[in-house]
């Protein structure tokens, strides 16, 4: 059986010979079979060229081979990710238990599973990653256009209740047309819920979300762990001096995700600065963030 594995990842593992730039700690997988039907506007998996996911190449290997090279490695966790192919629930299902040789922690991200399957992954599978990616209703109906737009909330709610509140973490898109407040009360929305989210900065062929705006969202995110949407506003606004204790900690803009997961270039073309940075930041590197946030 064959699986693909991000380029950063088969790297690491020695499954190919490239440059390692950052070195992952979660071993990336995609289920592969072809065209995605979700057809979401900032994927090429809709587009059919399955080889490309979120501006990484994902080639083909043997999952033997695979196996082997993970069980020797320090890798944390392994990240299963599936398009919306034909049978991609079965298709999960088998993948799963053969990954479960590993003996490492499996986090499951893919268009809605049932319930049935669900309970059938969990165990080996500790964590499911849902897809919200647009903030409003509205900006699913575009972004999504093949799925009703409430589908993934229901879809977020029912891993929750098989999962258990923190093992189930909502991928958020920034950048796709939402402002601020609209994305700090989804957040909350989802924080309520029992879910953790995970930030991606929208980066297509010919638009990047102004890293300004990125580093806004990532620091409000972090203060509705602790307040209310109005107040964090207000902070973020008007007051962000006062949020500098938060910003010279670095982990508002590391990777958020699974237990283990870094993700190093999934939203950060390479050689640029990181977006979600995957390790402890530099003192250098918070210097510039408090530039991009306007802080002296």
């Known amino acids: 059986m064959e699986i693909r594995v991000s380029s950063g990842t088969a790297s690491y593992l020695s499954l190919q010979n490239s440059q ?99 309970e059938e992954i969990k165990g080996p599978v500790d964590h499911i990653g849902v897809g919200i990616d647009a903030v409003t209703n509205d900006l699913r109906k575009k972004t999504k256009p093949n799925y009703p737009p409430l589908v993934f909330w229901d879809y977020l709610s029912r891993a929750i209740n098989i999962f258990g509140r923190k ?60 307040q209310n949407l109005a107040e964090s506003m207000e902070l973020i606004e008007e007051k962000p001096d006062e949020c500098i204790e938060y910003i010279e900690n670095g982990d508002i803009f590391r990777t958020r995700g699974c237990p283990g997961c870094n993700r190093p270039f999934y939203t950060t073309k390479p050689g640029d600065e990181h977006r979600n940075f995957p390790r402890e930041l530099t003192s250098e590197e918070i210097d510039q963030i408090k530039e991009e946030l306007g802080i002296k």
């Not at 992952?24 to 979401?40: E, H, K, M, Q, S």
């Open 20 to 118: 390692i730039l950052e070195e992952p700690t979660t071993a990336y997988l995609l289920v592969p079979g072809g065209r995605c039907r979700g057809a979401c506007t900032y994927c090429p998996q809709g587009k059919g060229d399955s080889r490309w996911l979120s501006r990484v190449s994902w080639p083909l290997f043997e999952i033997e081979d695979l196996l082997e090279k993970v069980k020797k490695s320090d890798i944390e966790r392994i990240c299963l990710q599936s398009p919306d192919i034909e049978d991609y629930e079965n298709k999960i299902i088998e993948i799963t238990k053969i990954l479960e040789e590993t003996e490492k922690p499996i986090s499951v991200s893919s268009p809605p599973l049932s319930d049935e399957t669900l």
């Open 167 to 226: 093992n189930v973490t909502a991928h958020m898109i920034v950048g796709m047309g939402e402002d601020l407040e609209q994305l700090g009360v989804t957040v909350r929305k989802i924080f309520d819920a029992g879910a953790d989210v995970s930030l991606f900065s929208l980066l297509l062929k010919d638009y990047q979300v102004e890293m300004k705006y990125y580093r806004k969202a990532q620091l409000l995110t972090y203060l509705l762990h602790e």
